[in-house]
T-cell receptor, first 115, second 116 residues
Framework: AQKITQTQPGMFVQEKEAVTLDCTYD???????LFWYKQPSSGEMIFLIY??????QNATEGRYSLNFQKARKSANLVISASQLGDSAMYFC????????????FGQGTELSVKP | DAGITQSPRHKVTETGTPVTLRCHQT?????MYWYRQDPGHGLRLIHY???????DKGEVSDGYSVSRSKTEDFLLTLESATSSQTSVYFC???????????????FGSGTQLSVL
């Protein structure tokens, strides 16, 4: 069975510091994708970053990077130089080839950035 | 903007009444999804569609049905709403026509449903 686990219900970070949000996954499929979404208090789901299982380089998108450790089945999101606007809920998600590309989500981590 | 509109945005209903939520897309994407979001559970897949009249169940499909008679509309129906179905419901689309694992989903703005 496919599963995504986010073990940090809530986190605090000081403005301008870096923060890592943890995500571990479980799948027996060899072909899969890992995603991070941000959900601000307004409620919309915003795509942040994607990592494919065959990608050798860690994905980066501006201040977001994905620390992909395949052997450990982890896909942590790193946010550098945190900003007040980064305060939000963050969801890790996975899609597998054998599941027809459906996304399954973790429980989420609520990040609060302190000024 | 992936051209996804959910309606209504908010709804309050009573236990035992039928409720239909609508997801409308403007770009003829093949894949559409309904998720529910609850605290501590993230988003969970209710049903999805891979074409007109082609639908399948997700992990939390009990108590829900869907229909897709046109490419642009995907309807989620609660035949007899219960308090446990109080949730935020999100519709999503996949921009690609393939079922591969490398395509992100685009989400609608969500529907807050309260069943009293």
């Amino acid at each position: 069975a496919q599963k995504i686990t986010q073990t940090q219900p809530g986190m605090f970070v000081q403005e301008k510091e870096a923060v890592t949000l943890d995500c571990t996954y479980d799948t027996s499929d060899q072909s899969y994708g890992l995603f991070w979404y941000k959900q601000p208090s307004s409620g919309e789901m915003i795509f942040l970053i994607y990592q494919g299982s065959y990608d050798e380089q860690n994905a980066t998108e501006g201040r977001y990077s994905l620390n992909f450790q395949k052997a450990r089945k982890s896909a942590n999101l790193v946010i550098s130089a945190s900003q007040l606007g980064d305060s939000a809920m963050y969801f890790c998600a996975m899609s597998t080839y054998n599941q027809g590309g459906k996304l399954i989500f973790g429980q989420g981590t609520e990040l609060s950035v302190k000024p | 903007d992936a051209g996804i509109t959910q309606s209504p945005r908010h709804k309050v209903t009573e236990t035992g009444t039928p409720v239909t939520l609508r997801c409308h897309q403007t770009e003829n994407h093949r894949y559409m999804y309904w998720y529910r979001q609850d605290p501590g559970h993230g988003l969970r897949l209710i049903h999805y569609s891979y074409g007109v009249k082609d639908t399948d169940k997700g992990e939390v499909s009990d108590g829900y049905s869907v229909s897709r008679s046109k490419t642009e509309d995907f309807l989620l129906t609660l035949e007899s709403a219960t308090s446990s179905q109080t949730s935020v419901y999100f519709c999503a689309i996949r921009a690609s026509s393939t079922g591969g694992p490398n395509e992100k989903l685009f989400f609608g703005s969500g529907t807050q449903l309260s069943v009293l």
